[in-house]
């Protein structure tokens, strides 16, 4: 593969970009595979990576229903943060934060990792005393997070409202100065050279229709709309259809599936220079490259697999953005558009083993997922390669919904962006 560099972006613009090399080969799945992986977002690209990275599995492949990166990979609004309450999740989003720093070297791709700071409104009492046991907790734990006064957060982000009357008053914030977003895209795509680069498959137009099990019980692989691929271990990694998926092998999976919603404004000049979420008010908001003014909702109330969504969810979150930026009131909105979240009890992921020989699952990352994508990628890899969890994803189990040793976000947040 053709490193990219300033060398070659400057050769390529003498002779008309022509001499690029094909990103990725799209082969004919083989019969066989050691890996195979079900579903090509950044998790599971993320996965065949380190997996041929990091423990030399190339013998992989990666099968899609649809095109790469066009679930939600390719649907988020890229906000990437690590500032959750409980040990083990400030273990597991944490290791991914680190990766962003330095993931567009590693994949010699451009990600477009911006750290330009993530702002949690507190907007009553309640949510003040959450966001500061929050703060003290993440100090603990040796993730980066700090309180500020609603002066302090107007000076982070002037569009701020402050207004004492406001229907939504600003108290204070939470500021996570590492976190920031990323390009969604970019991730999907840089992963997946990367990983095509050291033979990994990636087959995309090949939906998983059922997953063939031995007679005592083993994964022997996966029937696709392009014919049988067989596989000595199978990951799941396909978001909002994981349960479907894992029906298909005989695992009842505790996921429920949701739409979730987002949408940009036409774009302006750079007028935003963070992220900021409102947890009580479901609304949060960045400015892209492009200069769009992106916005995100909260899930609908209903399950469904529809990638729409209700129109009185984007209008409620419009309302509040509206009230904590009065500069953005006469701006239009350009698109919206859904994806589909799949979430657990406990919202926290699941990242582990499952009661089938060779099949290893990882989903239930709700309405926060792009988060982790390299650190998520990273340990389910060591998973599937060993057998056995990482370290920092022993507690994201499967049986922990039966055992009662939650990872309790839900509790915590309310959310989990
Ligand atoms: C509107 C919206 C906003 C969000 N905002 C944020 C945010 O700001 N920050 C954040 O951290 N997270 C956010 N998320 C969540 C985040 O997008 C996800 O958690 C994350 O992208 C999941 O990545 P993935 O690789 O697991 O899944 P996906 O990218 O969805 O990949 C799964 C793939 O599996 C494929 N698949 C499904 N069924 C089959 C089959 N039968 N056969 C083959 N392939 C199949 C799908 O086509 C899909 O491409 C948001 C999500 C949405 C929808």
Redesign the pocket.
């Known amino acids: 593969m053709r490193k990219y560099s300033v060398f070659a972006v400057a050769r390529e613009a003498m002779r008309g970009h022509k001499g690029w090399p094909q990103q990725w080969t799209s082969p004919e799945p083989k019969k066989n595979y050691d890996v195979v992986i079900?579903?090509?977002?950044?998790?599971?690209?993320?996965t065949a990576y380190y997996l041929a990275k990091e423990h030399g599995i190339t013998n992989v492949a990666v099968?899609?229903?649809?095109?790469?990166?066009?679930?939600?990979?390719?649907?988020?609004?890229?906000?990437?943060?690590s500032n959750y309450l409980y040990d083990e999740s400030a273990a597991l989003y944490n290791h991914a934060m680190k990766m962003w720093d330095g993931l567009s070297q590693d994949l010699n791709y451009n990600v477009m990792y911006s750290a330009r700071g993530v702002m949690m409104l507190a907007h009553n009492v309640h949510d003040v005393q959450g966001a500061q046991r929050h703060i003290h907790a993440n100090r603990l734990n040796g993730v980066q997070n700090e309180w500020l006064t609603p002066e302090q957060a107007k000076a982070y982000c002037p569009p701020l409202n402050i207004s004492a009357a406001a229907r939504y008053p600003v108290m204070g914030a939470a500021l996570q100065r590492c976190g920031g977003?990323a390009r969604?895209d970019a991730v999907?795509w840089g992963y997946a050279r990367a990983a095509a680069d050291r033979g990994v498959d990636v087959i995309q137009n090949?939906?998983?229709?059922g997953v063939r099990r031995s007679a005592d019980g083993v994964v022997e692989g996966v029937e696709?709309t392009r014919g049988f691929i067989g596989a000595k271990k199978v990951g799941v990694?396909?978001?909002?259809?994981?349960s479907?998926?894992m029906e298909m092998a005989g695992v009842r999976m505790p996921l429920e599936s949701y739409?979730?919603?987002?949408l940009v404004s036409e774009p302006v000049k750079p007028v935003f220079p963070c992220v900021v979420m409102s947890n009580t008010v479901h609304a949060?908001i960045s400015q892209s490259d492009k200069g769009e003014l992106v916005i995100?909702?909260g899930t609908d109330q209903y399950t469904s697999y529809s990638q729409t969504g209700g129109l009185h969810i984007l209008t409620h979150t419009l309302d509040a953005i509206c009230e904590m930026f009065p500069i953005f009131s006469r701006m239009k909105m350009l698109r919206s558009?859904?994806?589909?979240?799949?979430v657990t009890p406990d919202r926290s992921p699941i990242l582990a083993k499952t009661p089938v020989g060779g099949l290893y699952v990882?989903?239930g990352?709700?309405?926060?997922?792009?988060?982790?994508?390299p650190g998520?990628a990273h340990v389910f890899a060591h998973t599937i390669a060993n057998d056995a969890p990482h370290a920092i994803n022993a507690g994201f189990t499967l049986e922990r919904f039966q055992t009662g040793r939650l990872i309790d976000e839900a509790a915590a947040a309310a959310v989990a962006?």
């Open positions: 079900v579903g090509a977002g950044g998790h599971g690209l993320g099968v899609e229903k649809g095109w790469l990166g066009g679930g939600n990979t390719g649907r988020n609004t890229t906000i990437i943060r977003t969604h999907a090949c939906a998983v229709t696709t990694v396909a978001a909002g259809h994981s479907v998926i739409p979730l919603q987002a949060y995100g909702a558009w859904g994806g589909i979240v799949d990882n989903c990352w709700g309405t926060g997922g792009f988060k982790a994508t998520s962006h």
